[in-house]
């Protein structure tokens, strides 16, 4: 038996990280997953190879978060090696090392958003965004696209890509009105310089491997093969599972296998999945097997029964009508009235970390482009911090928009009523971090 595909696997439980002894984000979570592997022989197999995570920099989340009042009061260092893991999964592709690369890493990171004060939804750093910025300021502006199947919606990755209009993130996840955190509705499409660039797919409780597959085959795959992206990456949680004990769907370790060699990403990131021993094992064992390129047929989980784990027809005549308002979103979207370019549009955002008990208040305003991204101005009144203006000059900046950013930094350094400035200035690589 040899892969079919080079694959590489970087596996982190981070022993040291919990909310607590008995939350569900806890180190068990991999361990079981490592034994399993390893007992399977899996990295016995030819051509799939087992490396060590690298530890992100402080300026690698600097290149993505505005970390109030700094890096190092919002993160651990196995926030950083979680972070590190993506990123030598990155490393793998770009340097030709690998054909695909799965980094099995926590702690999460999807609901970590652009301003981070704290932990919410068990995410501190945006361990895919790190990634993808990493790989962007060594490999240039790449356009891509980001699946998430976690099976709550990925607000913070989706917020943090509001405005790019390189990068596309679908998210296919339970429907907001049922689960945390509220969000992932279809008229959520992105901001005005990247309108139509974020897709969401909310999907009924209850379902299936077939309401999975047919939004895959039938939304995801059109959606990508028109978008044209240098790289698919998966955020690829796994409590979708049927055993997940704080969710809702019916989804199968063979089913998530399927989903992964259809969507054939470049590079897969664990995010969620909390059944320790009743999903995470095979699901992590098959969508290795399926990236590898090798056969999964024979996976099934012990309690497995096809009878019981059947969709209900209600839901998939659910499925099958949104799949056209789904199509519409992104080849036809009901374009909104932007003003002109050089305008600054506003949008108001509250935002709670149900973990830490955290409330921010932002009012965020980007600049009107058609060259670029836009330049991005967010003011954060926290419970927790002195009120914070953070400023954002994007990779591939047009003149106008790096001008106006640096002007308002000038100006809030003069005066201002924020008592923290924050600048991220992707163009010449300058993250700056004041007290004013």
Same mark, same amino acid.
């Given at each position: ?7 590489? /696997?970087?596996?982190?439980?981070? *022993? ?38 690298? $530890? ?11 970390? $109030?009042? @700094? ?13 590190? =893991? ?12 690998? @054909?695909?690369?799965?980094?099995? /890493? ?62 596309? *993130? ?11 955190? =509220? ?11 990247? *309108? ?11 379902? =299936? ?22 790289? /698919? ?39 969620? =999945?909390?059944? $320790? ?53 992104? *080849?036809?979207?009901?374009?909104? @009235? ?15 970390? @149900? ?10 305003? /980007? ?70």
């Amino acid at each position: 038996m040899r892969a079919g595909n080079r694959l590489g /696997v970087i596996v982190f439980p981070a *022993f040291d990280w919990a909310i607590s002894p008995t939350h569900p984000e806890r180190q068990e979570r991999l361990l079981y997953t490592q034994d399993q592997l390893r007992e399977e022989g899996i990295f016995d197999i030819p051509g799939i190879t087992e490396y060590k995570p690298e $530890i992100a920099s402080v300026e690698d989340v600097a290149r993505v978060h505005f970390c $109030i009042p @700094d890096v190092a009061s919002v993160t651990t260092e196995s926030h950083l090696i979680s972070a590190g =893991g993506a990123v030598r999964a990155a490393r793998l592709i770009m340097e030709g090392q690998a @054909d695909k690369a799965f980094a099995l /890493v926590r702690p999460p990171g999807h609901h970590a958003m652009k301003v981070v004060h704290g932990n919410r939804g068990f995410c501190n750093v945006n361990i895919e965004a790190v990634m993808i910025e990493w790989i962007r300021e060594h490999y240039g502006q790449k356009r891509i696209a980001i699946v998430d199947t976690d099976c709550h919606h990925g607000d913070g990755t989706q917020d943090i890509y509001w405005h790019d209009p390189n990068t596309l *993130f679908i998210s296919l996840h339970q429907d907001g009105r049922t689960l945390y955190p =509220g969000s992932g509705h279809l008229e959520e499409l992105g901001g005005p310089n990247a *309108f139509a660039k974020t897709i969401n797919i909310p999907l009924p409780p209850m379902t =299936g491997d077939e309401g999975f597959l047919h939004v895959i085959d039938n939304i995801v795959i059109p959606i990508l093969n028109d978008f044209r992206p240098d790289l /698919v990456i998966n955020s690829a949680g796994q409590d979708n599972h049927y055993s997940d004990p704080i969710t809702n769907m019916l989804f199968t370790a063979r089913g998530y296998a399927l989903l992964n060699e259809k969507l054939s990403p470049d590079i897969a990131v664990l995010e969620g =999945g909390y059944s $320790i021993q009743g999903a995470l094992p095979y699901v992590n064992c098959g969508i290795v097997l399926a990236m590898a390129g090798l056969d999964y047929s024979f996976l099934r989980e012990p309690d497995h029964d096809a009878q019981r784990l059947r969709q209900d027809p209600r839901v998939t005549r659910q499925i099958r009508l949104m799949t056209d308002a789904v199509l519409e979103n992104y *080849f036809r979207p009901k374009r909104k @009235d932007f003003p002109d370019p050089g305008t600054f549009i506003s949008r108001r955002k509250r935002i709670f970390y @149900d973990t830490d008990m955290i409330a921010d208040e932002q009012v965020e305003s /980007v600049m009107r482009c058609s060259e670029c991204a836009g330049v991005l101005i967010i003011e954060s009144d926290s419970s927790i911090n002195p009120p914070a203006l953070c400023i954002e000059i994007p990779l591939g900046a047009c003149a106008r928009c790096r001008e106006a950013g640096l002007q308002r930094h000038e100006q809030q350094l003069a005066r201002g009523r924020h008592r923290i400035l924050q600048l991220i200035n992707r163009p010449d690589k300058i993250y700056e971090n004041r007290s004013v």
